[in-house]
């Protein structure tokens, strides 16, 4: 079976595509959305999603959240004394995503279309790749965000669309797409975005404004960097999401027996969030402008991701294109439930037989090039592009270079991607060397072929006519280069974590729950908490079904009278 699976940053999701429709799989707590958190303890014990969360206040260093931003890069998270790749932490919540999915369908699905942000490069996207494949997926096709929510809301009642604006900022990726939609194609005609921009941005924006009135005696310097980090986050987190509805929200913070507080009003953050608003700007005019495309002639901004919930973009939005967004679509579904769609496409439905669909490059790729300027000095470092930005893919094209030094032996080619006109100001991707008949400068040439194809994977090939050699260059980097048996020992590191059973997902989450009211409280309540925990767990050691369940409401209802006179 072929699944579509959103794998985000604060948040994954699965559907599938059944009878015609595209449906969102429950997690084995029901939810629609797994954050996309896991904390692994010392015995290999792992907890993914909502308890991960829950259990983090009280374990930072053995918990990761947002690794999504360290994708394709060499940072590791150190769980449970172990290093872990990010995508090795994505596998797990992919794992996750498809015991849901054989939960509910009894069918253990093999193949998935993966969503990726637009602006993800290279070396993003194979990792993401590599995340399905450890988790036992064969991924056919990695689909960019915004087009997977361009396909939800294009397809809501199939009739032909004038362009519109997908508007998609999340927890830590911010992507826009223009669209257009006739004859069941759909179009993407351009990209651009901004993958170090999202909520945990704002998250940070708002921690910073609060946090030195909320503690001028410096008692959070005092703790140790990951535990505070998590502290501030969580409260900002909570902070944000309040402001959403209300003028004013109060930003908590617990630390032991003291409880640090700070009003913050909506203007105060507006204030606070102004950097991170304009950055909002750019990738909106960029996009437009490479598709020519005026924004009075968008019939909908489409919002997509949660961070677009929040007042101040919303506002920004409006001011940005004159005009109200359109909330048609669950900002929080549409990517999960798109890419089930293009499942279903991948997997040639019936139902999709006359929908097609046309993605773009969003960024330029090229190579590293020497120029001679006009006084006989050579200018180093500069970028050459081969494919410029938001050509529609799969695209294939050829550019041809020659030599610069009298016998030079060789041709190195540096292949970057980004906008730069200096190579430093843009990504390195990789590099390929390939021999060259010795000969006078410039007589010598080779003819670099870049291919890049639907999922956004990048192939080099560099043929010498003179002397009839070619070379063939997958964009991967050295170091990072897993071979099958290196896939197959992470993949085994992984089967021998320890997965609650499905069954007990339900009083695995209360503990964590529990656990957490228990540190975010002082005092006599607690206490009380805590005396509701052991009952709790005499209850589950008891193994009677009939005890657990009654334990089980107990404590839920004592947790929801709590939380609900929480101050927010
Ligand atoms: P996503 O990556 O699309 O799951 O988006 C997650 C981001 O949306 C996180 O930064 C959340 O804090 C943010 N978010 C979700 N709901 C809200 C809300 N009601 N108000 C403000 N931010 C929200």
């Known amino acids: 079976m072929l699944i579509g699976i959103d794998l985000g940053t604060t948040n994954s999701a699965v559907a599938i595509w059944q009878n015609g429709e595209a449906r969102l799989v429950p997690n084995a707590l029901g939810e629609l959305l797994t954050p996309s958190a896991v904390g692994i303890a010392k015995d290999g014990q792992v907890w993914i999603g909502t308890p991960a969360l829950d259990r983090m206040a009280g374990h930072p260093q053995d918990t990761a959240t947002s690794f999504k931003r360290l994708m394709g890069t060499q940072r590791t998270a150190r769980l449970a004394a172990r290093d872990y790749k990010p995508e090795d932490v994505s596998a797990i919540v992919l794992e996750a ?35 399905g494949e450890l988790a036992g997926l064969s991924v056919s096709r990695l689909i960019n965000e915004p087009t997977a929510a361009a396909l939800a809301f294009g397809l809501q009642d199939k009739g032909d669309r004038e362009p519109f604006l997908v508007f998609d900022l999340g927890g830590g990726t911010f992507d826009v797409s223009v669209v257009e939609m006739f004859d069941g194609i759909v179009e993407v005609r351009a990209s651009a975005g901004d993958n170090r921009l999202g909520g945990d941005d704002f998250d940070d924006a708002l921690a ?46 617990t630390i032991g027996e003291t ?13 606070a969030a102004e ?28 919002l997509v991701g949660g961070a677009t919930r929040m007042p101040v973009v919303r506002k920004a939005i409006t001011r940005l294109f004159g005009r109200f967004p359109n909330s048609s679509v669950h900002p929080d579904h549409a990517v999960a439930l798109g890419a089930s769609i293009q499942a279903g496409l991948v997997g040639r439905d019936a139902a999709l037989d006359e929908i097609r669909i046309t993605d773009v490059c969003p960024f330029t790729l090229g190579v590293e090039v020497a120029e001679q300027d006009r006084y006989g000095g050579l200018q180093r470092g500069l970028f050459s592009p081969i494919i410029e930005r938001n050509t529609p893919v799969p695209v294939s094209r050829v550019n041809s270079y020659s030599t610069m030094g009298d016998g030079q032996k060789q041709i190195e080619f540096a292949i970057y991607q980004g906008e730069a006109r200096e190579v430093s100001g843009n990504v390195k991707l990789g590099q390929i060397a390939v021999p060259v008949p010795p000969r006078p400068a410039g007589e010598v040439s080779a003819e670099v072929r870049f291919s890049y194809d639907s999922s956004g994977l990048l ?9 009839g050699e070619s070379h063939n260059l997958v964009i991967v980097d050295e170091e990072d280069r897993p071979d099958r048996k290196d896939i197959e020992k992470r993949r085994a590191a992984l089967a021998r974590l320890k997965h609650h059973p499905r069954e007990e997902a339900g009083n695995v989450a209360l503990m964590a729950r529990a656990e957490r009211a228990y540190e975010d409280h002082i005092g006599e309540l607690r206490q009380m908490i805590g005396h509701w925990i052991t009952e709790y767990a005499g209850a589950l050691d008891t193994q009677d079904p009939r005890r657990i369940a009654d334990a089980r409401d107990f404590l839920a209802t004592r947790l929801d009278e709590v939380e609900s006179a929480s101050p927010l």
């Open 97 to 131: 995503l498809v015991r849901d999915v054989e939960a509910l369908t009894g069918e253990k699905p093999t193949e998935a279309v993966i969503t990726v942000p637009a602006y993800f490069n290279d070396r993003q996207r194979k990792a993401t790749r590599r995340a």
């Open 208 to 253: 910073a404004l609060v946090k030195p009135r909320l503690d001028p005696e410096g008692m959070l310097a005092q703790i140790p960097d990951e535990r505070r980090q998590a502290l501030l986050k969580r409260a900002a987190e909570r902070c944000r999401r309040a402001l959403s509805t209300a003028g004013e929200a109060e930003f908590v913070l």
């Open 259 to 271: 409880r640090l507080a700070a009003t913050v009003t909506e203007a105060e953050f507006e204030a």
């Open 275 to 302: 950097p991170l608003v304009r950055r909002l700007r750019e990738p909106v005019v960029r996009a437009l402008r490479d598709c020519a495309i005026d924004a009075a002639e968008l019939s909908e901004i489409v």
């Open 459 to 467: 192939e080099v090939d560099v043929h010498v006519p003179l002397s």
